[in-house]
Every structure is written in C-alpha cells, then in structure tokens.
C-alpha cells in the first residue's frame, strides 16, 4: 500500500498521531514507521493526490502539531513511498543527516517576512529623488518629449524603484536577521520585494513577532511587512 509522509522525527518524539488523520477526502489515521533513532509519520496515501486546498492545509495541520511537541523535518507536500520497508530504508541510510537537521531546528520555528511597497508611493520617491527622472517626467507631462524621453523615463523609473525598494531591503534584513539562529532569502515575487524566512528560537518567538511589529511601524508611508509564523522550520531542513 502506497504511503504518504509528512514529516521526519526523532524516534523518542511523542508522536500524538492517535486518533489524527491526514490529507484525502476519506483521510486516513496517522502512524509511525520506526528505524533506529529517527521516525516518519505517514499514512495510506489517497487514491489521487492533488494539491487541493483542503490537502495543503490538513498537511500543514499535521507539521504543526507534530512541531509543538518536539523537533521535526517536514516533508514537501506529495511526498510518497510504496511501502513501511522503503521507508524504514531510507529512514536507516539518511540517519545521520536526519538525526543532525533534527538538532538544528530543536526548540525552534520558521517566521516568514514578506515586504511590500505601493507602486505609486514608490515612483514618487523616485521622481522625488532623482533629478534625472523629474527631468523626463516633466518632458512627458508638457508634451515637449520624443517617444524615446518616454521609453527613458520608464526606465530610470524602473531602475530607480528597484534600487529603492533593495535598499529598503537590506535595512530590514539587517534588523531583523541578528534576532535569528538563521535566514534564508526566497525569491521577490511581484510587488513583494523581501522573502525572508528565520529561525527563531521557540522560546522567543512572542517577542520576535513584537520586534517585526516594531520595525513594522517605522517604516515610511506605502511599506508593508506582512509577517508569517510560527511555522515548522520549511527553509531550513
């Protein structure tokens, strides 16, 4: 019977996966497959496996109480197995790596800080700042510029926002990553220009969540941090 994993655990974890569930429209009971010193929770795998909304939280919803009660390796979503012996193997070969992840996120969560900027309020800065672009801008608003003014002005606009919006970008890091065991940059993604995700001791996590609040509330007009977590520790595993 083909297998569904969420997560890797030490083997001594408590595990409180009697009477849980996992992903599927019929959702099986939750177990443990035991090597030596390490454990997967998994369950019977659904007949199809897609990445439905329902699925997607019902995974997470499994890592976190597996989280809160020790450390753990979460699994992408969709990660499979044919069978409790592919498991137990992998489980025996990877035991060392397994057993040095577990050690590095041990009483620690993953905080997710996103950074924003409105478009509008980001070209106004630019145009504020930089003479260059107040010169071609002023060209296109009095119709005196050629088509080749316009196209410069898109692009020192352009350059400009994103010059911007970095240096924004490293003074927010550079708040916020001494308050973290470690960081790991993802990629800006539209109007998101910071990605960071921290390690944040556990113990700890009210007051980092008040630090990015405070940093939060610092920052100009049109910036927005939008911040994720606790949450198991995905970026560094």
Do not use: C, W
Not at 82 to 100: H, I, W
Not at 214 to 221: K, N, P
């Amino acid at each position: 019977m083909p297998l569904y994993l969420y997560a890797v655990t030490d083997a001594d974890h408590p595990l409180p996966v009697e009477g849980a569930t996992g992903i599927g429209a019929s959702p099986a009971p939750l177990r443990a497959v035991r090597a030596a010193r390490v454990a997967a929770v998994v369950s019977e795998a659904p007949a199809q496996l897609r990445a439905k909304r329902r699925d997607l939280i019902a995974h997470q919803e499994v890592l976190l109480m597996l989280g809160a009660a020790g450390a753990v390796i979460p699994l992408r979503f969709g990660t499979l197995a044919p069978d409790d012996g592919a498991v137990r193997r992998a489980l025996a070969d990877q035991e060392s790596l397994f057993t040095d992840r577990l050690r590095e996120v041990e009483d620690r969560v993953e905080f997710n800080v996103k950074a924003l900027q409105d478009e509008d309020t980001a070209v106004r800065e630019v145009l504020r700042d930089s003479p260059e672009a107040r010169r071609l801008s002023a060209l296109t608003r009095d119709g005196s510029g050629t088509h080749d003014d316009q196209v410069a002005l898109g692009t020192v606009v352009a350059a400009g926002v994103q010059a911007l919006q970095a240096e924004h970008a490293r003074d927010i890091a550079h708040r916020l990553e001494p308050l973290a065991h470690r960081t790991a940059a993802g990629d800006p993604t539209g109007e998101v220009f910071l990605n960071l995700s921290l390690l944040i001791e556990r113990g700890r996590a009210d007051a980092f969540a008040a630090s990015v609040d405070q940093v939060a509330q610092s920052l100009g007009h049109g910036l927005e941090l939008r911040v994720t977590g606790p949450l198991p520790p995905y970026s560094f595993v």
